[in-house]
């Protein structure tokens, strides 16, 4: 397979764009992004995304934030990185 960087990089600002469509209580977009990302993604950075963020999406749907244990599958998605920081700074609101 021949990398692609620009879609790599379309993967990166797909994650980008799920993990604040949660800070704004946007749970379809968030999906969507997650699902663009992991399908964008050339290496499998974002693969366990768009089940992290399906699973904050629905804390969303039901309570109107989004949980504890679900922002750590968030993280737990990004892994170590610019992303963590990212939800980190959603999270603080």
Known sequence: M??????QRNALTAAEQ???????ADPAK???NAAKAAELDQVGVFAALPDAVGRAAGDLETSGTVGEAAWRAVEDAVGPGPLMFLVEEVRRG
């Open 18 to 24: 799920a993990i604040r469509a949660l800070s704004g």
């Open 30 to 32: 968030a999906r969507a």
């Open 2 to 7: 021949t990398m692609d960087g620009h879609a």
